[in-house]
Structures are given as C-alpha cells and as structure tokens.
T-cell receptor
Framework: SAVISQKPSRDICQRGTSLTIQCQVD?????MFWYRQQPGQSLTLIAT?????????ESGFVIDKFPISRPNLTFSTLTVSNMSPEDSSIYLC??????????FGPGTRLTVT | GQQLNQSPQSMFIQEGEDVSMNCTSS?????WLWYKQDPGEGPVLLIA???AGELTSNGRLTAQFGITRKDSFLNISASIPSDVGIYFC???????????WGAGTKLIIKP
C-alpha cells in the first residue's frame, strides 16, 4: 500500500474562486488519479495525472476547469477553477504501483457558497 | 455512466449476522476489487481478485471472482459494529489501470 496525504482536508470557498488540492505520497508510484465523489454517490474519475506530461481527462472534465500538475512521482495537484456550488464535493486522489490496486488519500471536502 | 450493478443498495442487519453483497455486469472484467469507505475517509482496499473463480479471504471477509468474469460477491461473516460503512466494488476491463465503480452498498447495523 502507500501513505497518501491530501491538503486541505476541507475548505469552504466562494463561487468564482479557485482552490488547489495537493496530494503527497510517501514513496514513488506509477500512476496517480483524481476522483470526485458527490454526497451519497460513487466515485467518478476526473483524470489520470501523468508525470511530466499533460493529464488525461475523462469525458465531461476539461483542463481549463480542472488543471492538474504532476511534477514528480510522489506529488500531484488538482485545481478546481472558477468554482460554482455544483463543484461542492469530495475530491480524492489515488495511486497505483503498476497494478490495478488503487490506494486512496483521505479526501478533500469542498463546499462552494 | 456506471457499468457495474451493485446490490443491495443498503442493508440493515443485526450484529452477528452474515452479510452478502454482489456486483454484476454485462461485460467481462479482468480484475475485481472491493473497498470500504467510512464517513469522512477515502475508500480502503479490502480484497483484490485477479482470476476467474478465485476465492480470497481477509479476516471475516470473503470475496469471489465469478467464473464468467462478469460478477463478484463479498461476504462478511459475524458482522460487528465497525463493519458499518459503504462498500464499493470496482473492476478493470481493459487492463489500463482505470477502474469502473459500483454505486455502493451501505451497511447499517441495527442497535
């Protein structure tokens, strides 16, 4: 497994602003993913964070709204841009080490007012 | 949209009872994973299954990879209060590390 931390753990933001969420892993990992989980719902993959290149986004998610960085093998950021109340959700990062087993961070609970 | 049908959606059980939940799909999967999520936490991997017919245990939890590769089930024996939470199945179809998720089964233990 891996020890994964996320910052912030929660935030309340005003609409129109942006928030950057950090994901830090205790050791190098192959792949990092960003998910959104709306209250009472399952997980929806936003994008795969690729080290040294642009992230790969899933249908319905775009780079202008959710820019992602992954400068090295242990760290990634997700920015939620120009937020609206519909962006209120839990944002989760996960990692793998070359298998399908994904390990998750504790999540960032975002509320947009 | 989701391609995994997870049932039941929720379960109310007595402490000590056995629990069973499953995921089905019309598509073949290469990997099945079972996760548990507690409130305010990220999902925690419970069991990973890689071969059709595989039966794997983790303490009181047992999961099986269906022989048709289109389903999986999770059993919890002799449930205890800390088993409360939401259980998710997830599967990989294309060996590309991207998982498809079930909607979750919420386990509630009656007082």
């Amino acid at each position: 497994s891996a020890v994964i931390s996320q910052k912030p753990s929660r935030d309340i933001c005003q609409r129109g602003t942006s928030l950057t969420i950090q994901c830090q892993v205790d050791s190098q990992v192959t792949m990092m993913f960003w998910y959104r989980q709306q209250p009472g719902q399952s997980l929806t993959l936003i994008a795969t964070a690729n080290q040294g290149s642009e992230a790969t986004y899933e249908s319905g998610f775009v780079i202008d709204k959710f820019p992602i960085s992954r400068p090295n093998l242990t760290f990634s950021t997700l920015t939620v841009s120009n937020m609206s109340p519909e962006d209120s959700s839990i944002y989760l990062c996960s990692v793998t080490r070359g298998s399908n087993e994904q390990y998750f961070g504790p999540g960032t609970r975002l509320t947009v007012t | 949209g989701q391609q995994l049908n997870q049932s039941p959606q929720s379960m109310f059980i007595q402490e000590g009872e056995d629990v069973s939940m499953n995921c089905t799909s019309s598509s073949i999967f290469n990997t099945w994973l079972w996760y548990k999520q507690d409130p305010g936490e990220g999902p925690v991997l419970l069991i990973a299954l890689y071969k059709a017919g595989e039966l794997t245990s983790n303490g009181r939890l047992t999961a099986q990879f269906g022989i048709t590769r289109k389903d999986s089930f999770l059993n919890i024996s002799a449930s205890i209060p800390s088993d409360v939470g939401i259980y998710f199945c997830a599967g990989d179809r294309n060996s590309n590390y991207q998982l498809i998720w079930g909607a979750g089964t919420k386990l509630i233990i009656k007082p």
